[in-house]
């Protein structure tokens, strides 16, 4: 029995994760879960946006399912990740068929630092305008770092890139790329190399084959992941996973998208790829991969999925669809 806190959140989020748990009934393991609350509709009935309870009740699970926060983000998932330690945010990039993936065969990960760098807040007003300060530290840099080969060695990838732009941001950034080689070290048969910043935006749209893992800092790692999805059919279809030592939290990297919610349209495929990801973590790879094959048949098919991949079904058609063909497999 595993013991999974959720935290559905606001707009398409419930639904995405009204989605996830129901396919997760034809998963073979015993799932005992604990809902919470946090977002703008918990904000607006309490006056706060993250409660307390919440912390503790994801602090007391095995892992944790999220669905999307709408504006208070920053002071939600953003706040999860630096009180819980969640210092790897793992985005794969993943072209699937069916789908309006720029490129076939596509499949690399982003393993982005999560508690440092431009998203720690520090921001203060001056007479000119304001400034905000980056921090990066050589322990973050070096677990981040560490956690992008231990991965390639686990999942039998062969090569790891450090992404940044230690050219300009000399200080923080050689922080970055100095500890980041200090690691590469350790794992002398993983091929080790980097890039700057916008050179990999730019590779990422002319030879994105080339990557493998990608290790990066963490405003980088937001903007580039986006740039991923675009890669491969659109924000819908990209889970990911934020992972300390001892939890993880699976969202899908879209947001709460307001003026989808309610609508039942919303695409399900993310937060069920997150699912995918959660139950890798708890090294039940057997069922993982039962999950993520009946979601790619019901992409390649193209017969129950929701508009923004060309049909017409609901997200919870889809959803049922899925759990369907993860009974028969």
Do not use: W
């Not at 509709?41 to 946006?49: K, M, R, T």
């Not at 000119?128 to 039998?156: H, P, Q």
């Not at 200080?171 to 910043?197: C, H, I, R």
């Not at 017409?312 to 993860?326: D, F, G, P």
């Amino acid at each position: 029995m595993y013991k999974i806190s959720v935290i559905p959140g606001d707009g398409i989020g419930k639904e995405v994760m009204e989605a996830a748990l129901h396919v997760l009934e034809a998963v073979d393991l015993d799932f005992d879960y604990e809902f919470a609350e946090a977002g703008d509709e918990y904000e607006a009935v309490s006056g706060i946006p993250l409660p307390p309870e919440t912390i503790d009740i994801v602090k007391d699970s095995q892992s944790c399912l999220f669905g999307a926060a709408g504006e208070s983000a920053a002071d939600v998932i953003v706040k999860m990740r630096q009180e819980l330690d969640l210092y790897v945010n793992l985005r794969p990039v993943k072209s699937y068929p069916g789908t309006k993936s720029l490129f076939e065969n596509l499949d690399f990960v982003i393993v982005r630092e999560n508690t440092e760098g431009m998203y720690i807040g520090l921001e203060e007003e001056t007479d000119e305008g304001a400034i905000a300060k980056r921090v990066i530290t050589r322990k973050a840099s070096e677990r981040i770092s560490r956690f992008g080969f231990e991965y390639a060695v686990k999942t039998g990838r062969k090569s790891v890139t450090a992404v940044h732009k230690a050219n300009v941001l000399k200080k923080t950034d050689g922080v970055f790329k100095d500890s980041f080689y200090k690691v590469a070290e350790e794992f002398p048969q993983l091929e080790s190399n980097d890039f700057y910043v916008d050179a990999t935006a730019m590779y990422f749209l002319t030879k994105p084959e080339i990557f493998d893992v990608i290790v990066t800092t963490n405003l980088f790692g937001d903007i580039l992941s986006d740039e991923g999805a675009g890669l491969v059919g659109g924000l819908g279809l990209i889970p990911s996973a934020n992972i300390g030592d001892n939890l993880g939290l699976f969202e899908p990297v879209h947001g709460s998208a307001p003026s989808h919610a309610g609508k039942g349209t919303a695409n399900p495929a993310a937060m069920m790829l997150s699912a995918v990801l959660m139950l890798d973590y708890l090294d039940e790879t057997e069922e993982a991969r039962k999950m993520e094959n009946a979601i790619v048949e019901t992409l390649a098919e193209g017969k129950v999925v929701t508009q923004d991949l060309g049909g017409k079904s609901s997200t919870m058609a889809m959803a049922t669809e899925v759990k369907n063909k993860l009974e028969n497999l």
